[in-house]
C-alpha cells in the first residue's frame, strides 16, 4: 500500500519534472502543489479545530479551578466528569486540532521515502547546492538548509496568535527536535522540507494579519517578551560557564587525546556565543522598554527559574548515571565483572561529586541549582556522545553540529521541566534511567554475535576425545592479517594482488578461493575458528582468542605449546590461557572504555595504536621471534597482524578509503612473505595457515550498511564478500599433501577441524561437518551457504565467481 | 488535569529521548504543526488516562458515581448565546434554590451557565454543527423556554419533536417591531416584559391568522439582574460624553450613517465613545475597521470593544442609538435622555415592523429623549448641547414604572410559571 503512494508521488514528481526540467525547480514546484493541498484541507476544517481548542481552553481553566480545591481524588473526578457532561467534552476530542497536521503528515513521509531512495538526483545542483542527494554542507561542513529550516520554524512562533514565552520555548525546542532529526538527511529532502515550511510560514503570516487587531498579539508585545526573557544575567553567565566548559574539553581532546580540532563544535559553539552576545546587547540598547539591567535581573528572579537547590534534585543524578550503565552494559562482554566494577567505580563518583563541587564553587557566580543542572547535562551530554556517534555514523562528532544542539535540548529540557514541575521532571528521569538500562541490557542480550553463542551444538567434547592419540605433531602456525581478502574480492576494489597469490603458491600453498567466514568481526570469526565451532560455548569470544578454545586445550593436553601474539583487542578481560604471549601489557579495559567515552566514540584503533603502550613495530619483532624458535614440544603459534586492517567503523566512508587499505595491504603482503619465509627456513614440516579474519569493509557505508540500504534485498555480492570474505592458504606438511578431504574447506571455521583430523585421525571431534551457514545482514536469515548467496541481488548465486578482474598495475 | 498534562509531557520527552537514544530514528514530522501534534498526544493521554481512572472508579465507586449521571427534567431552559445569559441567571438561580431539576441547553462554550456545577441543573454544550443539531432535535420536556426567537420558523433551529411547549421571554425593552418576521410564530406562550408588548404580537396574529398565544405578564428578569448588579458611580469630568451604540447589519447607525456625526461631536468639544454590538466584530469586522481608522485622529474619539456596555453607559451623559433597544436601558438604568438617529425604512423590510402599521418603539424614543430624522443629522450638535440643558431624569422613572412590570421580582414570576407548567 505504502509502495503505491510512493510510487504515485513519484509519477507526481516526475510528470512535473518532465515539464521542468530541473530537479531543484521540480522540488520546489512539488512543495508547493501539496502545501495548497494541505492548506485547503487545513481551511476546510478550520472552524472546527478553532471551536474546539477554545472548547479546550474552558475546559481546562475549570478543571485547574477544581484542582485547586480541597478534595478528594473522587469528588475531583466525579467534578471533572460533570463538567465534561456539561461542555460535551472529553480529551480525545483535542485529537481534532491535530487534523491539519494529518494532511500534511502523509506528503512529508512520502517525501521522505522518495528523495531519501531517488538515485536520479545523484549529481544534480540546484542554487547553492551541489549533490541534491546528499546534505548541502555548503559553509565548510556545515548543512545551511537545517540551519534555514530552523530558523523559519522559529520564526513561524512569531505569528502566533496569541504568543506567550512558554509557547515560544516549546516551540525552539521542537524546531531543534527536528533539526536533529532532519540535519544529514538529503538536500532535495531538506529543500523540500523547508520550502513548505516557508509556504506555511507565509500564509500563516497572512491570516495572523487578517485576525483583528484585539484578537492577536502584536509584534511589539512578542519582541518585548522576548527582550524580557533573553537578557537577564543569569543566561549570560551559563553561556560563559558553557563557553569555559567547552574550551577545558576542547583542550583535553586536543592535546591529551590529540584529535584535529581545525573545525569542530566547539569553535561553532563559540561563534554561536559570540553572535548571541552581540544580540543580547543590540537588544538591551535598542529596546526601548529597557531602562535599567537590574530591572530584568529583578524580573528574571521573579520567574522562579532559581529555585534552591533541594535535596531530591540528586535524583538528576540518574541522568548521566543511566549512560554510564548503558555503555557499561553494552561493553560488559569486553569488561567482565571486574573491571566492570572498577569503571562503574571510578566514573560514578566523578557523576556525583563535579556537579555538586561545581554548584557549591560557583555559587558566587550562578545560583547552585542552575549550576547543578548544567553540570549533570554536560556529564549526561559527553556520556551520550559514544553512543551519538554510534547512532549517526560520525567519525569524530565534533566534526558535527548535532551534538551542539543536542546539548541545548539537553539542559533546556532539564532546566525547563524543573521549572515547570519538578515532580514530574523526578518522575520522569527515573523512568529514563530505568528504561536505558533495560533497554540496553535488551539491546545486548540480542545482538547478533550473542545469539550465536546462546545455542549450543550438544557435542560432548569430552567423551570423544578419550583413548585417542595423534599421529604426528607437526608445528602449527596459524598466521592471520586483519581483513585480508582474495585476489578475486580485491580485483573488485581495484587492487591487483596476484603476484602475493602466486609467491604463496610457489611455496607449495594450497589456496582456499571460496571460502568465507560465518561471522563477519574479526573477534568472532578467530573465535570460532579457534574452537573449530560454529557455535561457541561459553560465555566470551574472547575465552577462546585468549587461549582457551577447545581446540587450543585439545593441543596442549597432548603436548603441544601455544603461542599467542595478537592484538591487546583479543586479551581484553580475559585470563590469557597461552603458554607465551605478546604483548605483555596492554591496556586496561576500564582506562581504554574511560578514554573512549571522553573522546565520545568507540573506534576499531582505540584498542590498538591510540592508547596503551602497544606498538607495531614492537609487536612485529616479537612475531618474528617466535616464528624463528624452535622448542622440544610441538609449537602452535597464532599470530593476528592488524594490517591489512578494515576500514574505519563509523559508519561512513572516508574519501580514500579504498587508497588507504591498499596502502595497508602492502604492509601486510611485505609482512606475510617475511613471515612465511622466517618459518620455512626453520621449520618445513611445518602446518602453515594463512587467513585474514574477515572483509576491509570497504563498500556502503564501511560499516554494517544499516545508514546505505534499507533492508538486505539490495546487498550485492561484493557487499557480502567485503563482510564475509576471508583468504585462506595452507602449507600441508609432505605426508599430507594427498588427502583428498583437505582441499574441501568451505568455511573459515572448517579449519582446524581439517588440521585435527589428518593430525589426530582417532578423534571423533570433527568427523561433523560443522554448519556453513554465515550470519545474517540487516536483519535477514544467513546470508551465504554452501558458498551460495541467499540474500540481495546476487540471491542463489555464488559468493565468489572465481573471476580476478584484470586491474592496471600501479 | 494540568497536572495530569505536565506528566503527558514529560512522558511524551522520555518516550522522544528514549526514541533517539537508544533506537535508531526514522521518525518525521512537520515543526510547524508539530506542536499541534504534541498537544494532541498529551490530550490523548490525558484522554486514556482519564478513561482509565474513571473506570477503575467505577469498579469500586459505582454507587457515587452513579449518582451523578444526567437525569432530564421536564423543564428545558435554552440559551443559544452567552451574551444573553442575564436574562437567564436569576431564573436559574432561584431553581436551583427551589430543587427543581430542569434541563439547560446552549449553543455557546461560553456561556456562564455551564460553570454551574448543581444537581438540578443538567447542562449541555451543544456543538455548533450537524452533531449539535441532531441534539438539539431529540430534546425533549413538558417546556422549552427561551428569549431566542425564529425557533421553528424557516431557515432557523427547528422547533424540537419532544418539546410540548415552546415559550419565549424578552431580553431587551422593545415590542416585536424590531423582531425578524416570523420570529414568535412557532412560539405558544410569550412572557411579557409589560402589556405594551400586547398589541404587536395580537396584531402579527391577526394578520398571519396565527392561533393567539397565551401571553402572561412576568416582567423582565435581565433588567431585573442589570439593576440589581449595576454599581452607580460618579466620574468628574472636564467635557461631557456622548455614547454611540450602533446595532449590527443594517439597522445600525454605523452602517446608515458612517463617523461624520461623531467627528461633529468631537470637534464640539464632546468625548465620544463609540460602541458597535459586540456581534458587528464578528459579521462587519472589515467596516469597523474601517470606522476606527477614519476616527483615529481624533483623541476625544474611543472604541469600547467590550461585552458587558454598563461601564460606557455608566460614563455616558447622553446616547446616540438607533433602533436598539440598549436606548431603554440607558434611559430606564441610568435615567438619561437618548437621541434616535431614523434608520430608512428600507433597511428595515425584513422585520416585523414592516407589516406593523404604529411601532411602540418609536413612539417611546420620543418621550426618552430625541429623534433626528435621516437628512437632519447635521444639526445632531445642537440637538445634544439642548438635550443635555434639559433635565428629564423624574420623567423617565415615571416611563419604567409604567412600562415594566414586576420590577426586581421578575424571575420569581417566570419560575413559578415554569413550577406550575411543569
Known amino acids: 500500500m505504502g509502495e503505491l503512494f510512493i510510487k504515485l508521488f513519484e509519477d507526481m514528481y516526475l510528470m512535473i519534472f518532465s515539464s521542468m526540467n530541473s530537479h531543484g525547480l521540480s522540488i520546489l514546484l512539488l512543495s508547493l502543489l501539496t502545501s495548497i493541498i494541505s492548506i485547503c484541507l487545513s481551511l476546510f476544517f478550520k472552524p472546527y479545530i478553532d471551536g474546539n481548542k477554545e472548547l479546550e481552553k474552558i475546559v481546562f481553566r475549570e478543571i485547574k479551578k477544581i484542582n485547586s480545591n480541597e478534595i478528594n481524588s473522587i469528588e475531583r473526578l466525579i467534578q471533572i466528569e460533570r463538567l465534561y457532561n456539561r461542555f460535551n467534552y472529553h480529551p480525545f476530542l483535542n485529537f481534532f486540532n491535530v487534523l491539519p497536521l494529518l494532511f500534511q503528515l502523509p506528503f512529508l513521509i512520502l517525501a521522505y521515502y522518495f528523495f531519501s531512495d531517488f538515485s536520479s538526483l545523484k549529481d544534480q545542483s540546484f542554487l547553492f547546492i551541489t549533490d541534491l542527494s546528499m546534505p548541502d554542507k555548503t559553509m565548510f561542513t556545515l548543512n545551511v538548509l537545517p540551519v534555514f529550516m530552523t530558523f523559519m520554524s522559529i520564526l513561524s512562533l512569531f505569528v502566533l496568535s496569541s504568543f506567550s514565552i512558554d509557547k515560544f520555548i516549546r516551540g525552539c525546542a521542537l524546531a531543534i527536535f527536528f533539526f536533529i532529526l532532519l540535519y544529514q538527511e538529503p538536500s532535495s529532502l531538506l529543500l523540500f522540507w523547508t520550502f513548505n515550511i516557508s509556504i506555511m510560514f507565509f500564509f500563516n503570516l497572512l491570516t495572523y494579519l487578517h485576525l483583528p487587531i484585539n484578537s492577536r498579539s502584536s509584534f511589539s508585545d512578542t519582541f518585548r517578551m522576548i527582550t524580557g526573557f533573553l537578557i537577564n544575567p543569569y543566561f549570560l553567565k551559563i553561556i560563559i560557564l558553557a563557553n569555559f566548559t567547552f574550551v577545558i574539553y576542547g583542550i583535553i581532546l586536543k592535546y591529551f587525546l590529540q584529535y584535529d580540532l581545525s573545525f569542530s563544535v566547539f569553535l561553532i559553539f563559540i561563534l554561536f556565543s559570540f553572535l548571541l552576545l552581540i544580540l543580547f546587547c543590540g537588544l538591551f540598547f535598542y529596546s526601548t522598554n529597557i531602562k535599567s539591567f537590574s530591572e530584568f535581573t529583578l524580573s528574571f528572579k521573579k520567574m522562579a527559574i532559581v529555585d534552591n537547590i533541594s535535596f531530591y534534585d540528586g535524583i538528576l543524578l540518574l541522568l548521566p548515571t543511566s549512560f554510564l550503565l548503558q555503555i557499561i552494559i553494552l561493553n560488559s562482554e569486553m569488561l567482565g565483572i571486574e573491571q566492570i566494577f572498577k569503571v562503574f567505580l571510578f566514573i560514578f563518583p566523578l557523576i556525583v561529586i563535579v556537579p555538586i563541587m561545581f554548584s557549591l564553587m560557583l555559587k558566587f557566580f550562578l545560583p547552585p541549582l542552575l549550576t547543578f543542572i548544567f553540570i549533570i547535562s554536560v556529564t549526561a551530554f559527553i556520556l551520550l556522545l559514544p553512543s551519538l556517534s554510534f547512532l549517526y555514523s560520525w567519525y569524530f562528532y565534533a566534526d558535527n553540529v548535532i551534538p551542539l544542539a543536542i546539548f541545548i535540548l539537553i539542559f533546556g529540557f532539564i532546566l525547563y521541566l524543573r521549572k515547570l514541575d519538578r515532580v514530574s521532571l523526578y518522575a520522569v528521569t527515573c523512568l529514563f534511567f530505568f528504561s536505558m538500562v533495560g533497554g540496553s541490557t535488551y539491546t545486548f542480550y540480542n545482538k547478533e554475535d550473542t545469539k550465536l553463542k546462546s545455542s549450543s551444538l550438544g557435542r560432548d567434547k569430552t567423551k570423544l576425545l578419550e583413548n585417542a592419540s595423534f599421529v604426528s605433531k607437526p608445528d602449527i602456525y596459524l598466521l592471520t592479517y586483519d581483513a585480508y581478502v582474495n585476489a578475486e574480492t580485491l580485483s573488485n576494489y581495484g587492487i591487483d594482488n596476484k603476484d602475493q597469490e602466486k609467491f604463496l603458491t610457489s611455496l607449495g600453498f594450497d589456496l582456499y578461493p571460496n571460502t568465507y567466514s560465518i561471522a563477519s568481526s574479526s573477534l568472532s570469526t578467530m573465535s570460532l575458528v579457534l574452537e573449530g565451532s560454529d557455535k561457541i560455548h561459553g560465555d566470551s569470544f574472547r575465552k577462546n582468542t585468549a587461549g582457551n578454545s577447545e581446540i587450543l586445550n585439545l593441543l596442549k593436553d597432548n603436548g603441544y605449546v601455544t603461542h599467542g601474539i595478537l592484538k591487546p583487542y583479543f586479551f581484553l578481560g580475559e585470563k590469557i590461557e597461552y603458554d607465551t604471549f605478546f604483548p605483555k601489557t596492554y591496556p586496561k579495559p576500564n582506562i581504554t572504555l574511560f578514554q573512549s567515552i571522553i573522546s565520545g566514540a568507540f573506534h576499531f584503533d582505540a584498542f590498538d595504536e591510540r592508547f596503551g603502550d602497544f606498538k607495531y613495530e614492537e609487536w612485529l619483532l616479537e612475531k618474528r621471534k617466535s616464528l624463528r624458535s624452535k622448542g622440544k614440544a610441538p609449537r602452535f603459534v597464532y599470530a593476528h597482524s592488524p594490517f591489512p586492517k578494515h576500514s574505519q567503523n563509523s559508519g561512513q566512508c572516508l574519501k580514500d578509503e579504498v587508497q588507504k587499505f591498499s596502502k595497508r595491504l602492502k604492509i601486510a603482503n611485505l609482512e606475510m612473505k617475511i613471515d612465511v619465509k622466517t618459518i620455512i627456513e626453520q621449520n618445513r614440516d611445518a602446518i602453515i595457515i594463512i587467513n585474514g579474519a574477515d572483509g576491509p569493509y570497504l563498500t556502503g557505508d564501511c560499516f554494517t550498511l544499516k545508514n546505505f540500504y534499507n533492508d538486505h534485498e539490495q546487498i550485492t555480492r561484493l557487499d557480502l564478500q567485503d563482510r564475509f570474505g576471508t583468504f585462506l592458504a595452507i602449507k600441508w606438511p609432505q605426508k599430507t599433501q594427498n588427502i583428498k578431504s583437505n582441499k574441501q574447506i568451505i568455511t573459515l571455521q572448517d579449519t582446524l577441524p581439517k588440521i585435527i583430523n589428518t593430525i589426530f585421525p582417532s578423534s571423533q571431534l570433527f568427523r561433523k561437518t560443522i554448519s556453513n551457514k554465515s550470519l545474517g545482514i540487516l536483519g535477514s536469515g544467513p546470508a551465504i551457504k554452501n558458498g551460495i548467496i541467499q540474500i540481495g541481488i546476487n540471491k542463489s548465486e555464488k559468493l565468489f565467481e572465481g573471476v580476478i578482474k584484470s586491474v592496471k598495475k600501479e | ?422
Not at chain 2, 526514522?26 to 504534541?38: N, Q, T
Open chain 2, 1 to 422: 488535569m494540568l497536572k495530569l498534562r505536565y506528566y503527558s509531557v514529560t512522558f511524551y520527552l522520555f518516550i522522544f529521548f528514549n526514541f533517539i537514544f537508544i533506537y535508531p530514528s526514522y521518525a518525521y514530522l512537520d515543526p510547524g504543526s508539530g506542536s499541534a501534534l504534541l498537544t494532541s498526544i498529551i490530550s490523548l493521554l490525558a484522554g486514556l488516562l482519564f478513561t482509565l481512572r474513571r473506570a477503575f472508579y467505577k469498579m469500586f465507586f459505582k454507587k457515587v458515581l452513579k449518582s451523578n449521571s444526567i437525569i432530564s427534567g421536564k423543564i428545558i431552559i435554552f440559551n443559544d448565546s452567552a451574551i444573553y445569559w442575564n436574562s437567564y441567571s436569576k431564573i436559574v438561580k432561584l431553581l436551583i434554590k427551589y430543587k427543581i431539576h430542569f434541563q439547560y441547553y446552549t449553543f455557546d462554550k461560553n456561556d456562564k451557565g455551564l460553570l454551574i456545577d448543581s444537581q438540578y441543573m443538567h447542562s449541555r454544550y451543544l456543538f455548533n454543527n450537524l452533531f449539535g443539531l441532531a441534539k438539539w432535535k431529540k430534546i425533549n420536556g413538558n417546556i422549552l423556554l427561551t428569549t431566542t426567537p425564529h425557533i421553528g420558523s424557516k431557515g432557523y433551529l427547528v422547533r424540537p419533536v419532544g418539546v410540548k411547549k415552546l415559550v419565549h421571554f424578552f431580553h431587551s425593552i422593545t415590542d416585536i417591531g424590531y423582531y425578524k418576521k416570523y420570529s414568535l410564530d412557532a412560539f405558544d406562550e410569550v412572557l411579557l416584559a409589560g402589556t405594551f408588548q400586547t398589541k404587536s404580537i395580537r396584531s402579527i396574529e391577526h394578520l398571519r391568522n396565527l392561533k393567539q398565544k397565551q401571553l402572561i405578564e412576568v416582567g423582565l428578569p435581565y433588567f431585573d439582574n442589570m439593576l440589581e448588579n449595576i454599581n452607580y458611580y460618579s466620574i468628574t469630568k472636564k467635557k461631557k460624553t456622548i455614547l454611540i451604540a450602533s446595532s449590527w447589519g443594517n439597522k445600525g447607525i454605523l452602517k446608515n450613517y458612517g463617523t461624520k456625526f461623531a467627528i461633529q461631536l468631537s470637534q464640539a468639544g464632546y468625548e465620544v465613545i463609540i460602541r458597535p454590538h459586540p456581534h458587528s466584530f464578528k459579521v462587519e469586522f472589515l467596516d469597523i475597521k474601517k470606522y476606527q481608522k477614519l476616527t483615529s485622529f481624533f483623541k476625544s474619539i474611543s472604541w469600547d470593544h467590550t461585552c458587558d456596555p454598563t461601564r460606557v453607559m455608566n460614563e455616558a451623559d447622553l446616547l446616540i442609538s438607533d433602533t436598539s433597544s440598549i436606548r431603554f436601558d440607558f434611559a430606564f438604568i441610568f435615567n438619561k435622555p437618548v437621541i434616535t438617529l431614523e434608520i430608512p425604512e428600507i433597511s428595515l423590510s425584513t422585520f416585523e415592523i414592516n407589516d406593523l402599521k404604529e411601532s411602540w418603539n418609536e413612539d417611546l424614543a420620543l418621550k426618552i429623549g430625541e429623534v433626528i430624522k435621516y437628512s437632519e443629522v447635521s444639526t445632531i450638535v445642537k440637538v445634544v448641547s439642548n438635550l443635555l440643558n434639559t433635565k428629564k431624569e423624574s420623567q423617565l422613572l415615571l416611563l419604567r414604572n409604567e412600562y415594566i412590570a414586576n420590577i426586581n421580582v421578575s424571575a420569581d414570576k417566570v419560575v413559578s410559571y415554569l413550577r406550575k407548567q411543569a
